[in-house]
């Protein structure tokens, strides 16, 4: 059976999760006034890069705030993973945990299986990024079978902030 892609000027899916604080999150909301929302996928506490990757996005993440878009980052871990992760990362953006492999096979990531047990004891995902307007349409996604690949933030800010204030109507490139 396929699934079918999910593409850029869609409207991103209604995806609810846990966080660590407790509470669910729809992670495509917006908070603190934003109006643009960056969700990220990342493998989980046992990759070093993306625990890299998430402590970079905290470096730009006031600068997006400033312009109007927030950051949630999400996970398959399940609680205890993130409890673990949380003592290598220095973020203030919110963490959900929890992705199922429906989830994911709906956004169309990559899933892995740990090489072993020591790794993880889930399958995973591997590094998604989507970039969504006020209306919550997918304006920019970046799908990676890898972890090695990610966008260069300081680029991805840039472009995003000069998409978010255009003076031209938004025209939502790659949509087939």
């Not at 209604?14 to 960056?38: F, K, M, N």
């Not at 996928?41 to 990759?47: D, E, I, K, N, P």
């Not at 399958?123 to 970039?131: A, K, R, T, Y």
């Not at 991805?156 to 949509?175: A, F, H, N, R």
Request: with cysteine; aromatic share 10%; hydrophobic share 40%.
């Amino acid at each position: 059976m396929e699934i079918p892609k999910l593409r850029a000027g869609e409207y991103f899916p209604r995806i609810v999760l846990p966080t660590i604080s407790g509470t669910e999150i729809d992670v495509s909301e917006t908070y603190q006034g934003a109006t643009w929302q960056i969700v990220i996928f990342y493998q989980g506490f046992h990759s070093t890069r993306c625990t890299a990757f998430l402590n970079n996005v905290e470096s730009i993440k006031d600068k997006l705030i400033c312009h109007g878009i927030s950051v949630t980052a999400v996970s398959a871990d399940d609680g205890e993973q993130l409890q673990k992760h949380l003592k290598q990362l220095e973020i203030s953006f919110p963490l959900a945990f929890g992705l199922s492999i429906s989830q994911m096979h709906e956004l169309n990531l990559y899933i892995s299986l740990p090489k072993d047990f020591n790794q993880t004891n889930h399958p995973f995902c591997e590094p998604g990024l989507f970039v969504l307007n006020e209306l919550g349409q997918i304006v920019v996604l970046d799908i990676s079978n890898n972890e090695m690949c990610r966008p260069e933030l300081a680029t991805l800010v840039d472009g995003i902030i000069e998409l978010k204030y255009s003076e031209e109507p938004l025209v939502i490139t790659g949509s087939f």
